[in-house]
């Protein structure tokens, strides 16, 4: 667990009392807090797995775009995965090396081809043609521009989608799935990368899925991606294979394995299958940042209902953490405050959200008055998927480092939003 519970009883997170994170004016409730020495150090261990052989940490963007944490990771050598033009400009304009930028996603606009292939000297490491169809519409962009684009190809591997073992939402390697070119259809896409002189083969991807807690699905994927690779680098000079990401974390219910752990298990396939002069990627994105935020929030106030029903309502909803109500995520939910000896009882946490889905499930909460609780597990697809829906402003987001408060981002007045939304149609 990456909060602490200090002597006094009160929590804390990268040694800053997350009660007095509550008290600063300029973060409040709900905010977002991050620990940036421990995602810093999720990298490094990360890195070290690959024990010196040449490697690529791409960080997968879409987890948690805070600038700041995205610079955090780009001091620790790590590329980017993305899957928008934004997120890709963000990326760069971090501090990510254009070579060290891998572009996935199923549809790609022509305006955001454009800009992959504009990006640096000579655009990005790749981009990644999710289909045969794409890849046309790739060498298309790049003649248009006077390039060659470096493209890898995202294969679907097309294993079971129950022995995947996780959402279905975040299942990505099964034939249903909108992913990749399934492995039928590859030959089809080497055909047209062979004859468009705008086109240059410099990889192959998979990504599996999501929040894997077992290595099997991860390794099967791996697998089906490496024979591949071999037969394709027959007729391609390949640069890399990139395995994708999906390491899972313990949400509280268990997690056996670390993202090391998927690394070791990789660098053994790759060695196998003889390819270990080929430089290896990954994509992870929760397992860096998840584990290191919070959701801090305040209890507006408590309900008794009929029979043995009873509710927390808390300041943060599902337009703040989606997962909820999107996946049906367990957060672990924990008081800020614990007074000596206190009685805990099952509590239903609810937001403010008018949907009776902002609910983030049972948890055990002091019987006496709570004032604050945290909402751990929440640094990644957190703040990334929050929206304004009921007008309600987006959180505070507050970054640690050092034992201190290095940045904060405020959250915005209550009204912020009637002023945004009246200018836009004035």
């Known amino acids: 667990m990456p909060v602490t519970r200090r002597a006094d009883g009160t929590l804390a997170l990268g040694g800053v009392s997350l009660a007095e994170v509550a008290a600063d004016s300029r973060a409040g409730t709900p905010s977002y807090v991050y620990d940036l020495d421990a995602i810093a150090n999720e990298a490094r261990e990360l890195h070290a797995a690959f024990e010196a052989a040449p490697h690529v940490v ?220 080929l430089m290896l990627g990954c994509e992870p994105g929760r397992a860096l940042v998840a584990a290191h935020g919070v959701v801090l929030s305040r209890v507006i106030q408590r309900k008794a209902g009929a029979g043995q029903r009873r509710w927390t309502i808390i300041d943060a909803g599902m337009n703040d953490l989606l997962r909820p109500a999107l996946y049906q995520a367990r957060h672990r939910i924990v008081p800020v405050h614990m007074p000596s000896g206190a009685v805990n009882g099952p509590w239903r946490v609810v937001g403010p959200v008018c949907e009776s889905s902002d609910d983030f499930g049972m948890h055990d909460l002091p019987e006496g008055e709570v004032d604050l609780v945290a909402i751990l597990d929440a640094g990644a697809y957190g703040y990334s998927m929050a929206s304004r829906y009921n007008g309600r402003a987006l959180p505070a987001e507050v970054f640690v480092r050092d034992g201190a408060i290095a940045q904060v981002v405020s959250r915005k007045p209550l009204l912020a939003w009637v002023e945004e939304r009246l200018a836009e149609t004035a």
């Open 58 to 277: 791409h960080y997968a963007v879409k987890a948690n775009s805070a600038p700041t944490i995205i610079r955090t990771l780009a001091a620790e050598g790590c590329g980017a995965d993305v899957v928008s033009g934004a997120e890709l400009e963000l990326a760069h304009r971090c501090g990510i090396d254009a070579g060290r930028i891998v572009y996935s996603g199923v549809a790609k606009s022509d305006e955001e081809l454009d800009l992959a292939l504009a990006v640096g000297a000579n655009g990005i490491k790749a981009i990644v043609a999710e289909s045969v169809e794409e890849l046309a519409r790739i060498a298309a962009r790049a003649t248009a521009a006077s390039r060659v684009a470096s493209v890898s190809i995202r294969i679907n591997p097309g294993v079971d989608a129950e022995a995947l073992d996780t959402h279905s939402y975040i299942a990505t390697g099964h034939d249903d799935a909108k992913f990749g070119v399934a492995v039928s259809r590859i030959g089809d896409a080497l055909d047209v990368i062979a004859r468009s002189p705008s086109l240059r083969l410099v990889g192959l991807n998979a990504h599996v899925g999501s929040q894997f807690t077992t290595l099997d699905p991860y390794l099967a994927g791996a697998k089906t991606l490496f024979g591949l690779a071999r037969e394709v680098r027959t007729r391609f000079p390949l640069a890399f294979v990139d395995s994708g990401g999906g390491f899972g974390i313990d949400y509280g219910d268990g997690c056996a394995v670390r993202p090391a752990d998927f690394i070791r298990a990789t660098r053994v396939l790759q060695r196998e299958f003889g390819l270990d002069d």
